[in-house]
């Protein structure tokens, strides 16, 4: 008996494991469901409508003055005088005098010059008397005809003559030379460089000074080949004609601080094309920079670097849409009526930074008065639900998705069926 129980024994508890596992996979308890609500994302919007869009084209250049040259001596002598306009920064007059150089030899080679013409005059005086003479002689004589040239004495007419030219030729020259002793400014500017001061011996070449003129400079402005059909551009023809006066342009000083701006207008466009960066420039020109302005505006200086914003046409009938509700591929999320989105690839007519600008006149979406969102949503799903605040005003044209408010979650059908207060069956959850 005691080994009937040993053998039957572990098979009973075996069995009866094998029941109670069986029983508990059979009788396990319901995993209760949660649906999770639809997910409403709050978005601002503005209602499109058509405006007018004035043009601004930006750009930067360097100030370059119109003319720029470097005084060269056409004599050789010492600096005897420099002019107080003469200095880095100092302005001038056309027509100063800006530096004197020693005219001793010139006005010694002009006396020189002086004497010779007078020796040639009196050579060429007797000359002609002689010439007279013999043409008495010949007469005197009783010989008919016309005597020769060379009895009248015409080659030494003609080499007195000559020799006096030549000498009134040397006194020019000589008082040319005399003049250019004193180096005067050939234009109104102002004193770039001094390279040279009392005291020092200079040849004919040598550098003086750098200047430039003063009545207006000119900035280079690269415009995009896109943006050119909106700018009034002063393009000059073959026959003298011009088919526009110029934009107006401001220049500005990039960098914080105090703003200063400058007023001008393009003057004209260079030939040809950037091949490299697809731009063409064109030329804008300030009058009288150096000229004193109300407000405390300082001058124009050669070398500094300006922003230009360059007035272009009017855009009538345009969409201008803020850039932070762009995305990639000139995308833009519409809200349907329905508080859907809809994506909407547009074609910007020009863009920059802060805004794209698209035409109101198109066969398809955008139209006016579609909902523009303006929140950026990383991941956009066509069709997906929005409340949208537009223009500042909650607005729910077309129904909101069913199921509970945004940010409340739906409990399990099993605790639904639970009456209040009721004991929670095992493993049972609720949100």
Request: proline share 9%.
């Amino acid at each position: 008996m005691k080994r009937f129980l040993r053998a039957i024994l572990p098979l009973l508890i075996l069995g009866g494991c094998g029941y109670a596992a069986w029983w508990f996979i059979v009788n396990r308890p319901e995993t209760p469901t949660m649906e999770a609500p639809p997910v409403v994302v709050r978005v601002e919007a503005t209602r499109l409508k058509p405006e007018s869009y004035p043009v601004r084209v930006r750009s930067q250049g360097t100030v370059q003055p119109r003319t720029r040259s470097m005084l060269l001596p056409e004599v050789a002598a010492k600096v005897l005088e420099v002019s107080p306009s003469f200095r880095p920064g100092g302005f001038f007059r056309e027509g100063e005098v800006l530096l004197k150089l020693d005219p001793v030899d010139y006005e010694t080679a002009l006396v020189v010059a002086k004497a010779a013409l007078a020796e040639a005059e009196v050579v060429l005086a007797e000359e002609n008397a002689k010439a007279a003479q013999a043409r008495e002689n010949w007469r005197a004589l009783g010989k008919t005809g016309e005597p020769g040239a060379l009895a009248l004495r015409v080659p030494q007419v003609a080499k007195a003559q000559a020799d006096v030219d030549a000498a009134k030729a040397r006194i020019a020259q000589a008082e040319r030379d005399l003049e250019r002793t004193e180096i005067r400014a050939p234009y109104s500017g102002q004193v770039l460089q001094q390279l040279v001061d009392v005291g020092q011996y200079v040849n004919e070449g040598t550098s003086l000074g750098e200047i430039f003129a003063t009545d207006y400079i000119e900035v280079r402005l690269p415009l995009p080949e896109r943006e050119m059909p909106f700018l009034d551009l002063p393009e000059h023809f073959r026959d003298g004609s011009a088919a526009a006066t110029g934009a107006h342009v401001s220049l500005s000083t990039p960098g914080g601080g105090k703003s200063t701006a400058w007023e001008g207008a393009l003057v004209r466009v260079e030939s040809a094309i950037d091949e490299s960066t697809r731009q063409i420039t064109a030329v804008a020109q300030i009058d009288d920079p150096y000229a004193r302005r109300d407000g405390k505006i300082p001058p124009l200086r050669i070398g500094q670097f300006v922003e230009a914003e360059i007035q272009g046409e009017v855009l009538e009938g345009v969409f201008v849409i803020p850039r932070r509700a762009v995305r990639a591929g000139n995308e833009i999320l519409l809200v349907t009526p329905e508080n859907k989105l809809q994506r909407v690839t547009v074609t910007p007519i020009l863009g920059d930074t802060e805004k794209i600008v698209i035409s109101a006149k198109n066969d398809g979406p955008p139209q006016t008065g579609d909902v523009l969102c303006l929140t950026p949503i990383p991941f956009a799903a066509e069709g997906a639900s929005v409340l949208p605040l537009i223009d500042g005003t909650l607005e729910t044209t077309g129904k909101l998705p069913e199921g509970p408010p945004p940010g409340t979650v739906e409990k399990d059908k099993a605790s639904a069926e639970n009456p209040a207060g009721s004991p929670k069956p095992n493993g049972s959850r609720s949100s």
